[in-house]
Every structure is written in structure tokens, then in C-alpha cells.
């Protein structure tokens, strides 16, 4: 049984920095592809970073330049360090683990998904 627990979010001003973390337990954490994503309110999810089993990333526009996602396989957890946020970085951000396959920012091939945590940026 995989667990995402997604941890690291608050209030934050603009121009501040957040890391959020997402703790795995399960199968073998080095197999999955892993993505951040999010939801503002009255939005769709939408894609933020994705990491590859082999480390290689993709960013949305949006946070290119601003967001790092990184992975440290040995503790089973994957990061999103967020800098210079600003108010519409607001959302719900979800952690996703994708079972082998080609990393992707489309959330539909995502397999399991954590909980979520709240990110608020106040301007």
C-alpha cells in the first residue's frame, strides 16, 4: 500500500520561500516517478514540477526559475522548494507517484496521490 504525506505548507508574504515534503511508504520509492501538483480554488488541478526516476524534471511555465522539485531516494521523500511566491501561488499543493512509465506532467497517469497542504501567499 503507497502513503504520500505531504508536509511544509503555510502563510507565507510574497516574495517569501516555502519547502514543502512528501513522505512515501510503499513498494520501492526509486521506481515511481513523482509530481507536485495543485488546486486553487475554482480551478482545475494543475501540474507544477515533476521529477523522473532518473531525476530529470519538468516545470510549468509559471514557477520555472522560481520552484525546485528534487528527490532524495534514500529517505523516501520528494521536495518542492518554492521561492518568490506570489499570491497566485495559493493553492492546495498535492504530492503524485507514478508507477514507472515516462515522467509527465498530465495528472491522469498519476497512480496515488497524498492529501494535500495548504499554501497561502498574502500580498
Known amino acids: 500500500q503507497v502513503q504520500l504525506v505531504e508536509s511544509g505548507g503555510g502563510l507565507v508574504q510574497a516574495g517569501g520561500s516555502l519547502k514543502l515534503s512528501c513522505a512515501y511508504s510503499?513498494?520501492?520509492?526509486?521506481?515511481?516517478?513523482m509530481g507536485w501538483f495543485r488546486q486553487a480554488p475554482g480551478k482545475e488541478r494543475e501540474s507544477v514540477a515533476s521529477?523522473?526516476?532518473?531525476?530529470?524534471?519538468i516545470y510549468a511555465d509559471s514557477v520555472k526559475g522560481r520552484f525546485l522539485i528534487s528527490r532524495d531516494d534514500d529517505n523516501n521523500t520528494v521536495y518542492l522548494l518554492m521561492n518568490n511566491l506570489k499570491p497566485e501561488d495559493t493553492a492546495v499543493y498535492y504530492c503524485?507517484?507514478?508507477?514507472?512509465?515516462?515522467?509527465?506532467?498530465?495528472?491522469?497517469?498519476?497512480?496515488?496521490w497524498g492529501q494535500g497542504t495548504q499554501v497561502t501567499v498574502s500580498s
Open positions: 503524485a507517484a507514478d508507477w514507472l512509465g515516462v515522467v509527465t506532467a498530465t495528472s491522469s497517469e498519476y497512480d496515488y
Open positions: 510503499g513498494r520501492t520509492f526509486s521506481l515511481y516517478n
Open positions: 521529477i523522473a526516476r532518473s531525476g530529470g524534471t
